[in-house]
């Protein structure tokens, strides 16, 4: 998925939303995959998205393995201590 198509997806996603055609947790499941779609797809081959949770955050990376994750999520997501991953796909 381009960029493009991923705005577009989003927009759908928005208009519908506005006009009362689906409600706010179909809304956020349609955005939250097209993000993930864009990402997955951005990333080079080998990477996949993976949760990382942390003392009192969580945040969704994309990364070649479960070391490289934790990784991000503390540059990324400003997230500490102990940290668990899992693989989201």
Request: one cysteine or more; aromatic letters at 4%; charged letters at 35%.
């Amino acid at each position: 998925m381009d960029r493009i198509s991923a705005l577009r997806n989003v927009e759908d996603a928005l208009r519908e939303f506005e006009n009362g055609e689906c409600d706010l947790s179909t809304l956020e499941r349609r955005v939250r995959g097209t993000v993930r779609t864009y990402a997955t797809q951005f990333e080079t081959d080998g990477t996949a998205p993976y949760g990382v949770t942390g003392d009192d955050a969580e945040v969704v990376v994309v990364a070649s393995d479960p070391a490289d994750a934790r990784a991000r999520a503390r540059r990324l997501g400003d997230i500490e201590g102990d940290l668990g991953v899992e693989r989201l796909d």
